[in-house]
């Protein structure tokens, strides 16, 4: 059974950082592209970020580049989101995602295959 299991959202202040973690379990991490998503209330869930099995190639939704980073660790079947310069309409829930096959560079909503349960991230004004 696939798990992935996020943690470290919470409420920041306009500016602030924060890191995401995402632990998984069930699947063979190291031959997995994994990414984050978002959703906020009224929305719909929109692609943040993605990451080759390999390590060496990211993908980022326009409305996060330069300011957010994708990263894993293989050793520890983890994949985090570094969040920085964060704006309230960076307000949402955000999920881990993992694809069974196919490409970080071509992960999106309708080609994900594992979803956590998501964290959420409130951003203050």
């Known amino acids: 059974q696939v798990q992935l299991l996020e943690s470290g959202g919470g409420l920041v202040q306009t500016g602030d950082s924060l890191r995401l973690s995402c632990e998984a379990s069930g699947l063979n991490f190291n031959r997995t592209p994994m990414g984050w998503f978002r959703q906020a209330p009224g929305k719909e869930r929109e692609f943040v970020a993605a990451i080759s099995w390999t390590n060496d190639v990211t993908r980022y939704g326009d409305s996060v580049k330069g300011r957010f980073a994708i990263s894993r660790d293989n050793t520890k079947n983890t994949v985090y989101l570094q969040m920085a310069s964060l704006k309230p309409e960076d307000k949402a829930v955000y999920f881990c995602?993992?694809?069974?096959?196919?490409?970080?560079?071509?992960?999106?909503?309708?080609?994900?295959?594992?979803w956590g349960q998501g964290t959420q991230v409130t951003v203050s004004s």
């Open positions: 995602a993992g694809r069974r096959l196919g490409s970080a560079q071509a992960m999106d909503v309708t080609n994900v295959d594992y």
